[in-house]
């Protein structure tokens, strides 16, 4: 039995609209990553996560309880739950990471500052007045509710006189970059991935070789972004040897995570094929995009073989002891 298009979209959407997320965090839950980093309130140049790191690991634990539920009684129940959600919000009950998983994606984050900072790059943050960007809703092609959310996100900017911003990952500069303009009239602020502004910045070379990697490229940020070469120019500067599977580039295979949410069981299957695909080597492998970590790292049965970008180029760069230590200002 198929898991319930129609309500599963409802909730998220419902989400949205009333409550600013397709899954809703606390405002602490949200900036708990800042913690003792001191970036500035707001500028006209803002690192935007766009939430999307701190939604993963709520994501991930809700898409395996989805996955146990395909086949299940209880999936006759979800339009009823879809109107529950319209007055309590349900989705809250479905996802309970651990402490150290949000910990993880919370590092990733700090991570991403620190390596920001170091190449000399002044950027501030919007802390709770920031806005998930709508790109899960955006890929299941709601679009009535993505355009009310988009003018949402951009009076937030205007309101803060933000002329450009910084993304963390390939769905929310996807979303800025090209998504904003065209449902949004006079969305012109400048957008960069992190990736890009620091392949610009003045990073130093790491002083020592770090080893090989076999890098996993995000479908968003080949395909339509171009973020290619800069990924592998950072960890070649960080030290590593980089490899690449046959199927990368804007060629490479995608991790399953778009349609996560309503075909939990096929999107697993397709992570797991990617995952034979990256072992091939025997190497550590580094995604760039959140989705494409949680879904490899479920694959692989949350190992350590798959990591964030960000945790390889600080471990070489900021001399931080390995992706699960804690990255500390």
């Known amino acids: 039995m198929s898991l319930p298009k129609k309500a599963i979209l409802g909730i998220l959407t419902d989400n949205l609209l009333n409550r600013g997320s397709v899954l809703p965090l606390s405002d602490r839950t949200a ?3 800042s913690d003792g980093l001191d970036i500035p309130r707001g500028g006209e140049t803002v690192l935007y996560t766009g939430h999307m790191y701190q939604i993963m690991p709520y994501l991930g634990t809700m898409a395996n309880r989805m996955k146990a539920m395909e086949n299940s009684w209880i999936t ?3 339009n009823l739950g879809r109107f529950v959600n319209r007055f309590i919000n349900v989705s809250r009950f479905m996802a309970f990471p651990g402490k150290n998983e949000k910990q ?42 993505l355009a009310n959310h988009a003018r949402r996100v951009r ?11 910084i993304t963390v990952d390939p769905h ?5 970059r090209h998504v904003y303009p065209e449902i949004l009239e006079d969305f012109d602020l400048e957008v960069q991935s992190y990736l890009e502004v620091l392949a610009d910045a003045d990073l130093e070379n790491a002083e020592k070789s770090n080893g090989e990697v076999m890098i996993h490229d995000s479908c968003v ?7 290619i070469e800069q990924p592998r120019y950072l960890l070649r500067r960080a030290g590593f040897t980089v490899k690449s599977p046959e199927l990368s580039g804007a060629l490479t295979h995608c991790c399953g995570g778009p349609i996560e949410s309503l075909f939990p069981s096929r999107a697993h ?15 550590p492998i580094a995604a760039m995009c959140p989705i494409c970590l949680v879904n490899l790292k479920q694959a692989g049965k949350n190992n350590d073989e798959v990591g964030d970008i960000a945790e390889f180029l600080a471990r070489a760069l900021l001399e931080v002891p390995g992706p699960k230590e804690r990255v500390t200002a």
């Open 76 to 78: 006759k129940f979800m």
């Open 31 to 33: 900036i708990q990553w």
């Open 172 to 176: 929310t500069t996807n979303m800025l």
């Open 155 to 165: 009076r937030v900017f205007e309101d803060h006189g933000v002329r450009k911003v």
């Open 221 to 227: 940020y080949a395909r339509y972004e171009g973020v």
């Open 104 to 145: 993880t994606y919370n590092n990733i984050l700090r991570a991403i500052a620190l390596l920001l900072r170091k190449g000399g790059v002044k950027y501030g943050y919007l802390y709770e007045d920031e806005l998930y960007s709508g790109a899960l809703i955006y890929d299941q092609g709601v679009d009535m509710a």
């Open 269 to 283: 299957e397709i992570a797991a094929k990617r995952m034979e695909q990256l072992r091939t080597m025997g190497d």
